[in-house]
C-alpha cells in the first residue's frame, strides 16, 4: 500500500530542512474503535509541530506512539533514516513531558534531571555540570536540593522539561504540558518553552487541545479530528485559511450561518442574501470571524473603502464585556451573530434592543459546501 | 465578562469543647473494650513472668527474675528465639517475593478484571488457617502428590513436611492475601506516567523496577513485612500441624508452657518476650517509614 506523505505546510517555511520525524500510515484500532487512522506526516528538523484537536481525537496516542508507549497496528515511525515502529521507548532516545509532570517523587530535583544521564552512564563530574546547565536554563538552580512536592506546577514543569531535555533528545514530545497551570503560568511556560525549543533547535511535537497554544508557539499546527488529520499548516493558513468547517471552528471562534448558494457568487440564508467570494453553488455554510465583523447603527451610511461588503440588520441582543473585547450578540433574522470590537474603555453600544447592522467584508467570508 | 461575588454561606462553628466531648464518647467503648480485654490481661502477664512457678502448676506471688535469667541462660530457648525471628523473617521474605507481582499485577489491573482478581485474592481468608494446613499436609505429605512428582523426576523426594521447609510453604501461602493487601494499600504513589517517564529516559524495564517502581512501593513493602512478620510470630496452628511437633518456636512453647507443662510464669515470660519482638519491629517500620519519608 502506498502512502503519500504530506510534508507539514509551505515549502517555504520547511526549505531546506529535512525531515526528521516521519509517520507513514500510522494506525491505532481498539477492537472495533479506530483511534488514529492511517496518519501520515512530516516533521522537519528544529520545527515545533502541534497536534491540536479536541479529545478523542487521537492525537495523545499519535504522540504516545512516537513515543514507543504505545504499539501502532499499522504503519511506520521514522527518525531521520531510522525505522524505530517497534523499537521500545527506553531505546529511542526522545524527551517526554507529561501534563501531570511525572517527576519522581523520592528524587530531589537534581537528581530527577540527573536520572536520564546516569542511565546513559554518562561520568559523574559530566552529570553533574549537565544538570547544573539543565536547571539554569528553566531558572531553577536554587532549588536543586528540593523534593518535587515542595515545588509548585509551573516549577515542577520546568523540572520536568530540564529532565527531558539534559539528555539531548533527539525529539521533545509535550503531552499537554501546560493544561494543569493557571492562566497566567501558562502564557509564560508558553514563551519559555518556545524560547528553549528555539534555542536548542530541537525537533519537536506538541499536543494541545487549546488553539492559542498552537497558534502561539508552534511552526506547523496539524488539526486532528476522529482520528485523522483535518489541516496541516502554518499558524496563519490554519486561521485565515481552514480547509473544514471543522478546522474554520475549531481554531479560533466563527460565526456560522447556512444557506444556499445562488452560483452567482451570492448565497441566500432565510430571507437574507450574502455576497461570498468566487461563485460557489448548492447548500453551503458560510463562515465569518467575529472580530472581521463591524457593529454599526441602523441606517448609518458607513464607508468601507471601496470594497464589497455585507451588511445585515438586526438589533443588539446582548453585550459581553470582556476586559480587552466587547462581544455584542445580534439577532439577526432569527440567528445569531457575534460580533466583537475592541474595548475602548467600554464604551460602544450598550443598550439592549437597539436597532444595529453588521458589516463585513465579502473576502472576509468562507464558504464550505455541505455535501449534497 | 461579569464576574459575581457569591457570598459564602456563613460557617456554623461549634464550641470546641463541645467537639472534644462527642470525640471523648466515641472513643469510650473501644477505650474499655482495650483496657479490659488487651491492657489488663497483658499487665497481669507481665506480673506472673516474675512469679514463682511450682510444680503441679501452681503459682507463687514472689518477685524473682528467675524466669528471665533462665530463659536466657538455657540454650534451648536461645536458639527457639533465634529460630522463631529467622524463620519468621524467611517467611515474611518468601511471602513478600510470591506477592509482590500479584499486588503489582493487580494494580495495574482495571475494571470487572480487578474486582474478580482481588476477591481471588481475599477468598483464602474465607476458610481458617485450620483448614488450609491440613490441605497442605495433603500436598507436602511423603506420598503426596509434589514430592510423587519429584521423585518422578528422578530427583532425591526432599522432605517437605514436619520441618522448617514445610512450615514456611504453609505460612506464606497462609499469609499471602495479608501481604498482597497490604502492598495494594501502599501502592498509591506508583502512577504510570513515572514509569513511562523513567523509561523515556532510557531506563531498561529493569532499571525502571529498581530505580522508580520499587523505591516508590516500599511504604507498601514495610507495611506487609510488619504485619506478615507480627501474624507470624504469633501463628500456632501452622507451626505445630505442620512442624509436626518437631520445630520449636515462639508460640507453640508458648501453649505447650502453658497447657501441657503448666508453667504459667514462664508462658508468660516468653509471651512477654513476643511482645518486646512486635515492638521492635514496630519501632523498625517507624524507622523505615521515617527514611521514606
Known sequence: ??????????????????????????????????????????????????????????????????????????????VGSNDITIMPTYRRDMGLVFQSYALFPHMSVAKNVAFGLEMRSVPKPEIERRVKEALGMVRLEALAERKPREL??????????????????????????????????RDEMRNEIRDIQQSLGITAVFVTHDQVEALSMCDK??????????????????????????????????????????????????????????????????????????LVEEGSVE?????????????????TFVGDLLQYSVDVGGAEIVVEAASDHGRGFRIVGTPVAVLWRVEDTMVFGRGA | MMTITVPTAPTVSRPALGRTGTAAALLLPIALINAIGFILPVLNL?????NEALAGGGVRETFTLANWTGLFGDSFYVELIINSI??????????????????????????????????????????SAVVRTYGWIALLADQGPIVSAIAALGIAPPRLMFNT?????????????????????????????????????????????????????????????????VLAVSSFITPKLLGGGRIFLLATEIYDQAIVTLNWPLAATLSMLVLIIFGAALAAYARVLRAIE
Not at chain 1, 464607508?303 to 453585550?319: F, S, W
Not at chain 2, 507481665?46 to 516474675?50: A, D, E, G, T, V
Not at chain 2, 499485577?105 to 485474592?121: D, E, I, K, M, Q
Open chain 1, 1 to 78: 500500500m502506498m502512502h503519500q506523505t504530506v510534508l507539514c505546510g509551505s515549502a517555504t517555511v520547511s526549505d531546506g530542512r529535512d525531515v526528521h520525524l516521519r509517520l507513514d500510515g500510522l494506525t491505532k484500532r481498539y477492537g472495533e474503535s479506530v483511534a488514529v487512522a492511517a496518519l501520515d506526516l512530516a516533521v522537519p528538523k528544529g520545527e515545533l509541530v502541534a497536534l491540536l484537536g479536541p479529545s478523542g481525537c487521537g492525537k495523545t496516542t499519535t504522540l504516545r506512539m512516537v513515543a514507543g508507549l504505545i504499539k501502532p497496528t499499522n504503519g511506520r515511525i521514522v
Open chain 1, 152 to 185: 509548585s506546577g509551573g516549577q515542577q514543569q520546568r523540572v520536568a522539561l530540564a529532565r527531558a531535555l539534559v539528555i539531548r533528545p533527539s525529539i521533545l514530545l509535550l503531552d499537554e504540558p501546560l493544561s494543569n497551570l493557571d492562566a497566567k503560568l
Open chain 1, 221 to 294: 499546527v496539524v488539526v486532528m479530528q476522529g482520528g485523522k488529520l483535518e489541516q496541516v499548516g502554518t499558524p496563519v493558513d490554519v486561521y485565515e485559511h481552514p480547509a473544514s468547517p471543522f478546522v474554520a471552528s475549531f481554531v479560533g471562534r466563527t460565526n456560522r450561518l447556512k444557506g444556499t448558494a445562488q452560483g452567482d457568487g451570492s448565497v441566500t440564508i432565510g430571507a437574507m442574501k450574502v455576497l461570498v467570494p468566487g461563485r460557489p453553488g448548492g447548500k453551503v455554510e458560510i463562515m465569518v470571524r467575529p472580530h472581521r465583523m463591524k
Open chain 1, 303 to 319: 464607508d468601507v473603502a471601496g470594497q464589497e461588503v455585507n451588511r445585515l440588520a438586526g438589533h443588539l441582543k446582548r453585550v
Open chain 2, 46 to 50: 507481665l506480673r506472673m513472668s516474675f
Open chain 2, 86 to 127: 529467622t524463620v519468621s523473617l524467611s517467611i515474611t521474605i518468601a511471602t513478600l517475593i510470591v506477592s509482590y507481582p500479584i499486588a503489582l499485577y493487580l494494580h495495574r489491573s482495571t475494571g470487572r478484571w480487578r474486582t474478580f482478581l482481588t476477591v481471588l485474592v481475599i477468598s483464602p481468608l474465607l476458610t
Open chain 2, 165 to 229: 521447609t514445610g512450615v514456611i510453604i504453609g505460612l506464606t501461602e497462609i499469609l499471602m492475601p495479608y501481604m498482597i493487601l497490604s502492598l495494594l494499600a501502599g501502592f498509591g504513589r506508583l502512577d504510570p506516567r513515572v514509569e513511562e517517564a523513567a523509561m523515556s529516559l532510557g531506563a531498561p524495564p529493569a532499571k525502571t523496577f529498581w530505580r522508580v517502581i520499587l523505591p516508590l512501593t516500599l511504604p507498601g513493602i514495610a507495611l506487609g513485612c510488619l504485619l506478615c512478620f
